[in-house]
Structures are given as C-alpha cells and as structure tokens.
C-alpha cells in the first residue's frame, strides 16, 4: 500500500508537464557552437550492482532462498510487506549478509575507469540510485573508483527504492535541478511527495530543504529531464522514464530482453561506449506521445 500510494502520486506529479526530448549537446568543443541550441546534460545516475561492477545475479537468488519467496517476488517489497518490525529487521540481516559476503568478489564494469575519467576530466557530475545497502557501495567505491566523486549516493535506507522515480528526483534536487510548482493542486501532490522523499535524508536540515517548513509555500521540485540514468535493470530503465531523465541499458545475458523496452532510450555493451555518445551528443529514443 505505501509503494503503491507514493508511485502512483509521483507518477501523477511528474506527467503532468511535458518532457524533454532525450537528446544533449555534445560534450565535446563544436567549432562554431552548432549545438548551442540542445539541452545541455547536467549529470549521470549510475546503478551499482551490474552497473558499477559486473552482475552478481547468483546473489538474488541465493537472497531468495534465503527468504523463501520465488523469483517473481520483488525482495524489498516481501521484506516491507511482513507483519512485525523484528521479522523485517531480521530478513533486511539476512539480505545483508548476503551482500555483505558476496561484495568481496566484485568485480569493476569493463570500462569503468576509463568512464569515469572521461566524466572527471568534462565536469559531469555523477549520482549514485541503488538498491543495495551501503556497505558494499562504499566497498566498491573504495576498491576500484577511489579519487572519483559520487554525490548524492541514495541506498537502500531510502525509501520508496527503485523503481519509484524518488531516489532521482531527491539527487536532480539535490544538485539545483527544479522545475516551478504550478498551483495548489500541484503543490499537494508534490508535498506528499517530497515528505516521501525525505525519508532519504539523514538530518533535520535535509529533510526540511526536502519539504518545506511546515506552513511554507513549496515553489519548485526536482527536475530529472537533464540527467541520464544508467543501469542493468527494469527497475532502473523505469525509475529514470518515470523521473523524466533519458536511460541507458548496460546490456548483458540476461536482461537483453530490456534492449527493446519502451523504458529504455539507448543500449550499451561496456561503460566506455558512453563516451563516444556523450563526445558527440546523446541522442535516445523519441518520446511516446502518451507520456
């Protein structure tokens, strides 16, 4: 019911305005400035597991079993669904020691390094949207991306996770990305919202430059139409459609059948194909017309 409810408001708030096309001026210096007239792209949201470093899907499975529950049932959502607070602390343990185990044989992307550096060196700044908890985040950040900012990192602790767009909308705010609040109705819709939101923040200051001081006007909301979103999964192809940024599908074995999802704007086979695109100008998929 809480998934439910906070998806389907964000969805409203988000579709009510038109989105950008998915195309940004290229990176590169253009002589002449011919693409002065593009968007310009203001940030990556990168997914960690099958993303960041290579897919560790035997980790899910063994999370399953661990918890019982098939392969259609989504783990977070079993986990939030149970009954008592003990029960949820006690499979989040079991999820966790999981992770926690398994991040010892992370392995980094092919072309991450390379990535990155691209990234570093154009000023391109890059956010962090997974559903892992911090440990192994931090475990990978330190072991193969030391030296290389990421901010905000939103992990698990966040809540509603992917594939609710909140996580990207809450990093899109967070670097200055608004788009203007158009009257009452909307306001109420984006309050709620952000009080969700806000989940993700860790002190007081945060939460309240998230919602507002209570009685306060709220004029402007997170703005994901300039920012691409990359990862390995349905959850991440929807969050960042349903946020408005465009997406890109690190392709592999097992979810190529994501490569033709209507969610995903461009496919790609290693990290350092993006900085040909990104030199040249990002161009993904028209829009539908119903979104």
């Not at 997914?47 to 063994?62: A, I, K, W």
């Not at 890059?126 to 990192?153: E, Q």
């Amino acid at each position: 019911m809480y998934k439910r409810l906070c998806f389907s408001t964000i969805t409203m708030t988000m579709t009510q305005y038109p989105l950008r096309s998915r195309r940004f001026a290229p990176l590169r210096e253009v002589a002449g400035g011919q693409h002065h007239d593009l968007p310009k792209l203001h940030g990556l949201i990168f997914d960690v597991d099958g993303t960041l470093c290579l897919p560790q899907n035997h980790m899910f499975s063994e999370m399953r079993a661990a918890l019982r529950i098939p392969k259609h049932v989504d783990i977070l959502e079993h986990i939030y669904s149970l009954p008592t607070r003990a029960q949820q602390d006690a499979a989040m343990a079991s999820v966790r020691a999981i992770e926690q185990r398994t991040m010892a044989s992370q392995i980094a992307q092919p072309g991450l390094a390379d990535l990155m550096a691209y990234l570093d060196a154009r000023g391109v700044r890059k956010g962090i949207c997974t559903r892992n908890f911090d440990t192994p985040v931090s475990h990978l950040l330190g072991k193969f991306l030391a030296g290389h900012v990421f901010h905000p990192i939103v992990t698990r602790d966040f809540r509603p996770p992917k594939p609710d767009p909140a996580g990207l909308l809450y990093i899109a705010r967070s670097w200055g990305l608004v788009r203007a609040v158009e009257g009452p109705g909307d306001e109420g819709e984006v309050r709620e919202v952000l009080s969700e939101e806000s989940s993700g923040s860790s002190s007081a200051r945060e939460k309240e430059a998230a919602v507002g001081r209570r009685g306060e006007q709220i004029s402007e909301v997170g703005d994901a139409s300039g920012l691409i979103m990359v990862g390995d999964s349905i959850d991440d192809m929807t969050a960042g459609r349903r946020a408005g940024a465009a997406t890109v599908l690190l392709v592999n074995d097992v979810n190529a059948h994501l490569a033709e999802h209507e969610h995903t704007d461009m496919v790609i086979e290693r990290l350092d194909d993006l900085i040909q695109v990104l030199d040249h100008g990002f161009v993904g998929r028209e829009l539908p017309h119903n979104l």
